[in-house]
C-alpha cells in the first residue's frame, strides 16, 4: 500500500505542476515549495535545536498558536519551524514573529521526508488537529524524533477506524502521544488499540482567551461606531449599534445584504468577507443601498466623517478579531454552504452572541453553543430577519446569549496547559 501511496504522490505532483499553470492558488502552492529546501539550508545550523510544528492551512495555525508560544517560552534558545500545506495558511502567515522559520511542507514523498527532516533535524515535532503523511512520520519514527498530535479530533467514519484502513492506522503508530479535543476522539483511538492518547481539549480557546489581554483598540472602528470614548461597557446603551460580519461568502451575504438594505439608519454593519478579490467587493458594495464605504478608501483618501456611513466593508485581512470586540452581535459566515463555518469563538469570547447558518454539525464549539442558546442557527432569510430583530431589540436577551458565549469560551480554557506539563515531563525525564 504504502508503495501505491509514493506512485500517486509521485504522480500528483507533475499533474499539480500542469494545473498550477491554469490557478493562481495552485501556482503558489507549487511555486512556494520550490525554494524550501535552500531556505532550510540557510537558515538552519547543524548545531541548532529545532521544534518542527506543522498546520495544513491557517484555521490549524491559529490553533496551535498557544502552543507554539509556549514551547517557545519555555525553550527559548530552540528554532522553531512551522510549516504549512495550503497556500491560505503559508500566504497569511508567512511574516508571522513566533516562529523562525516559516515555510511550506514539500509533498509527502520518501526524497522530501528524508531530506526535509535531515535539514530540520527537530527535538520534538507537533501536528496540529489533523494531516498524516506517512513518509514525514515513518522518517521521524525512524530517526526517533519525539512526535505529536495536538488538539486532535478523529470520527468514526475516517479510514483509520474501518475495514481498509490498516495503511493510515499504521500512519497513526508513528505518534508518540495523541491529545485531543474529545472524549470520542479517544474512544475511537482505543478502540484500534492506542492508549497513548490524553483528552486535552481544544488550544484555540487558549488562543482566544488570550486575545481579551492585547489592545484591541481601532481607531477608525471608534469613529464609525461614533464613540465619545475608546471603550464603552456593553452594557450602556449606545447611540449606534454594530453587527458584525465576519468571513461571509456570497450565500451568507445574499440574506445579509437583504436585511442591511432594510434595515434603520441608527444601525450600522461591518462586514470582513472571506474573499477580498476587487471585483467581488466591489459588487457586494454596489448590492448595498445603504451608505457604504471599504476599508481601503479610508486608507487612501482623505474621510471627513466615517460617522456619516451605515456599512463598512473590510477589504483587508488580520483585523477581524479586534473588529469583533466592537460588535453588539456577530454574524459568522460559511455554515450556510459546504466551505465549512468559520471561527465562533472570536467573537464569543467577547461576550457576543453569535448567528450563524445551519451546517456545523462538524463542528463542536459551534453545536455546544446552539444547544445552550448563546448561538442562533438560521437557515433562511425569515430566520436571519427574526435573530437579528430580537438580539437587536429584546436587550436582556442579547446580553444573556453574549454571557453564555463567553463563560462558554473560560471554561474550555487550559488545553495548552496540559499539553505543556506533559512535555515538560518529558523534557525532565
Known amino acids: 500500500m504504502l508503495f501505491l501511496y509514493n ?28 525554494s ?29 498558536l498557544p502552543v507554539i508560544e509556549a514551547i517557545k517560552q519555555q525553550l527559548p534558545t530552540h528554532k522553531i519551524v512551522v510549516t504549512f500545506f495550503s497556500p491560505s ?54 530517526q526517533h524524533i519525539k512526535t505529536y498530535l495536538i488538539s486532535g479530533i478523529l ?14 492506522r499504521n500512519a497513526l503508530k508513528t505518534f508518540d502521544y495523541f491529545f485531543v479535543q474529545n472524549e ?32 484591541n483598540s481601532l481607531d477608525f472602528i471608534e469613529q464609525f461606531k461614533n464613540l465619545d470614548s475608546a471603550r464603552l461597557d456593553k452594557n450602556v446603551n449606545q447611540k449606534s449599534k454594530i453587527v458584525v460580519i465576519g468571513s461571509s461568502w ?11 438594505n432594510q434595515s434603520s439608519d441608527d444601525l450600522k ?29 479610508v486608507e487612501t483618501q482623505l474621510i471627513a466623517s466615517l460617522q456619516e456611513y451605515n456599512v463598512f466593508i473590510i477589504d483587508t485581512i488580520g483585523i477581524l478579531t479586534k473588529i469583533y470586540s466592537y460588535a453588539d452581535i456577530a454574524y459568522v459566515g460559511g455554515g450556510l454552504g459546504t466551505s465549512g463555518l468559520h471561527n465562533i469563538l472570536e467573537p464569543a469570547t467577547f461576550g457576543i452572541p ?40 429584546n436587550e436582556d436577551e442579547r446580553l444573556e446569549k453574549g454571557h453564555i458565549c463567553s463563560t462558554f469560551v473560560q471554561m474550555n480554557k487550559g488545553a495548552t496547559q496540559t499539553i505543556m506539563n506533559y512535555i515538560a515531563n518529558e523534557t525532565i525525564n
Open 7 to 34: 506512485i500517486i504522490t509521485l504522480l500528483a505532483a507533475q499533474l499539480l505542476k500542469i494545473v498550477a499553470l491554469f490557478s493562481p492558488k495552485m501556482k503558489l502552492f507549487v511555486d512556494g515549495r520550490k
Open 36 to 64: 524550501v529546501f535552500q531556505t532550510l539550508a540557510d537558515k538552519i545550523q547543524t548545531s541548532d535545536k529545532t521544534i518542527w510544528f506543522h498546520a495544513a492551512s491557517l484555521g490549524e495555525y491559529e490553533q496551535g
Open 89 to 142: 495558511g503559508y500566504e497569511v502567515r508567512k511574516n508571522n514573529t513566533v516562529a523562525d522559520v516559516t515555510i511550506y511542507l514539500p509533498l509527502d514523498t520518501i526524497s522530501n521526508a528524508k531530506q526535509f527532516v535531515e535539514l530540520v533535524h527537530p527535538e520534538m515535532v507537533f501536528f496540529i488537529k489533523y494531516e498524516y503523511w506517512p513518509n514525514y512520520l515513518n522518517e521521524l519514527k525512524k
Open 155 to 168: 470520527r468514526e467514519n475516517q479510514a483509520f477506524f474501518n475495514w481498509y484502513g490498516t495503511f493510515y
Open 184 to 215: 470520542s476522539s479517544k474512544n475511537l483511538l482505543q478502540s484500534i488499540g492506542f492508549n497513548n492518547v490524553k483528552v486535552s481539549g481544544d488550544t484555540r480557546f487558549d488562543r482566544v482567551v488570550s486575545i481579551l489581554e492585547r489592545d
Open 250 to 260: 456570497p450565500k451568507d451575504e445574499s440574506l445579509l445584504v437583504n436585511y442591511i
Open 269 to 297: 454593519f461591518i462586514i470582513a468577507p472571506h474573499n477580498i478579490k476587487q471585483e467581488q467587493i466591489q459588487e457586494l458594495k454596489n448590492s448595498i443601498s445603504k451608505k457604504t464605504i471599504l476599508f481601503s478608501d
Open 354 to 393: 453569535v448567528v450563524i447558518g445551519p451546517n456545523y454539525s462538524h463542528f463542536a464549539e459551534a453545536t455546544a453553543l446552539v444547544n445552550m442558546e448563546g448561538c442562533i442557527s438560521i437557515q433562511n432569510q425569515t430566520e436571519l430577519n427574526e435573530a437579528f430583530d430580537l438580539l437587536l431589540h
